[in-house]
């Protein structure tokens, strides 16, 4: 079994529903058990739910995936067994960040005259301090900040606190694109985040299963899938569990759903000779990134306008929604005639040259009348570009353009925070 393979250590906690083992032969990494038990109210209700190990740990795997697969940096490292993952060793920062998109809940019991069902836009963002004792109290960002949490050597202060708060959100926002391809409102979800110990990285950690989420079928409260379900029970009977688990299960066979693509689309480049390749091979590669296919083709609209033509039905009769780019240097009169010619997204991405390149850009921006194509200069910004175009019907596609929003975000404001550092 898969768990013989692994040398565990011993344990370093332990929580409600999960335990966490040291990795001896993988230093800075850990093994992550979940448990049967699920609980509510800070453990005022407790009992053994047969198989919720295998069913919480399978949806935590699956949307860990998916936020990765994004570009979300996690903990997550792979799913090790049916009951467990391994994940890389944090030191976890004891807020629950809460997001919500729709009030329901603790949010109506503290804010009287809210109507449930009132739409967050922007996101509703809140913190709680883990306290059993206590209750979890509500915590605001000074709370935070005044209490400077010192974690695997890293000193919780600004830059961190806005660093969650735009991941919280970013992360949210992910996962209720992919919901809603199952009909499925996302109402509100908790995440945690903790400190990589070997990278003092501040990740999303811990785990984000049914647990942490009110999911809504159709947004119809009355069909809810999640642990409120439990919660909500008057009296705990066989019957009620096996009701409660199969909530469970429904949503654990759905959220392996989300990880599949429902649309595909693709991006045609096309390109007025071979000696603008280099240019194009940055389209495909950035295209790659996005997972998006990318097909390369040479064609002169000037010098065989019938070929070109030719090659733009090919694209248009297999149903494959397309976006085409056209590489022409010099006189580009490869965009005006694909966009002239095919009701399809046209990008021009001509190569310009220091010589010319002035004079040469006017011939993709003034259009005739009735032509609707774009201009974009850098090749890697066409390719976003198409993705923002197949974004809208693409939900892994949509995830990776808002997941490279967060990290370039967050990649300035370490910059920023390092060069303080430096001046001061």
């Known amino acids: 079994d898969a768990a013989a393979k692994l040398k565990i250590g011993k344990k370093l906690n332990e929580g409600k529903t999960k335990q966490i083992f040291e990795l001896l032969d993988q230093p800075g990494l850990v093994l992550v058990q979940s448990k049967d038990q699920i609980t509510a109210g800070n453990a005022a209700r407790k009992d053994q739910m047969e198989g919720k190990a295998a069913i919480a740990n399978k949806t935590t795997s699956c949307v860990f995936k998916l936020l990765q697969e994004s570009g979300i940096k996690t903990a997550f490292v792979k799913q090790h067994s049916d009951t467990a993952f391994i994940a890389a060793q944090c030191e976890m920062i004891p807020i629950e960040?809460?997001?919500?998109?729709?009030?329901?809940?603790?949010?109506?019991?503290?804010?009287?005259?809210?109507?449930?069902?009132?739409?967050?836009?922007?996101?509703?963002?809140?913190?709680?301090?883990?306290?059993d004792a206590n209750n979890d109290p509500q915590w605001s960002e000074e709370q935070v900040l005044e209490t400077k949490f010192s974690l695997a050597g890293l000193t919780i202060g600004q830059c961190e606190v806005d660093i969650m708060n735009r991941s919280t959100v970013a992360i949210f926002e992910i996962l209720e694109k992919a919901w809603a391809t199952q009909n499925c409102t996302l109402v509100d979800m908790k995440i945690e985040f903790?400190?990589?110990?070997?990278?003092?990285?501040?990740?999303?950690?811990?785990?984000?299963?049914?647990?942490?989420?009110?999911?809504?079928?159709?947004?119809?409260?009355?069909?809810?899938?999640?642990?409120?379900?439990?919660?909500?029970?008057?009296?705990?009977?066989p019957e009620a569990m096996q009701m409660v688990k199969r909530n469970f299960e429904w949503v654990s066979e759905r959220v392996e759903l989300l990880l599949h693509s429902r649309a595909s689309g693709r991006v045609v480049v096309l390109m007025g000779s071979t000696s603008d390749m280099a240019h194009c091979e940055k389209i495909r590669k950035a295209c790659s990134s996005f997972g998006i296919p990318c097909v390369l083709r040479v064609t002169s609209a000037h010098k065989g306008p019938d070929e070109t033509?030719?090659?733009?039905?090919?694209?248009?009769?297999?149903?494959?929604?397309?976006?085409?780019?056209?590489?022409?240097?010099?006189?580009?009169?490869?965009?005006?005639?694909?966009?002239?010619?095919?009701?399809?997204?046209?990008i021009n991405?001509?190569?310009?040259?220091?010589?010319?390149?002035?004079?040469?850009?006017?011939?993709?921006?003034?259009?005739?009348?009735?032509?609707?194509c774009s201009t974009i200069l850098s090749p890697e910004a066409a390719a976003q570009f198409a993705a923002q175009v197949f974004g809208l019907t693409d939900h892994q596609v949509w995830c990776k353009l808002r997941a490279s929003m967060l990290n370039t975000w967050v990649s300035l404001k370490l910059a920023d925070k390092k060069l303080q550092a430096c001046s001061l």
């Open 309 to 346: 033509l030719r090659i733009k039905a090919e694209y248009e009769g297999d149903g494959i929604p397309t976006v085409f780019v056209a590489v022409a240097g010099r006189s580009n009169g490869l965009g005006p005639v694909m966009s002239g010619n095919t009701a399809y997204p046209v």
């Open 97 to 131: 960040w809460v997001c919500r998109r729709v009030a329901t809940g603790s949010f109506l019991k503290r804010n009287p005259g809210v109507k449930e069902g009132y739409r967050f836009t922007p996101l509703k963002m809140e913190m709680f301090f883990k306290d």
């Open 349 to 372: 991405c001509p190569p310009l040259t220091p010589d010319w390149g002035a004079q040469d850009v006017w011939s993709s921006l003034r259009m005739p009348s009735g032509l609707g």
């Open 194 to 237: 903790g400190v990589n110990v070997k990278t003092q990285e501040v990740v999303l950690a811990d785990v984000i299963d049914n647990d942490s989420w009110r999911l809504w079928p159709s947004g119809d409260r009355s069909q809810q899938k999640d642990k409120q379900v439990y919660r909500d029970l008057k009296e705990v009977t």
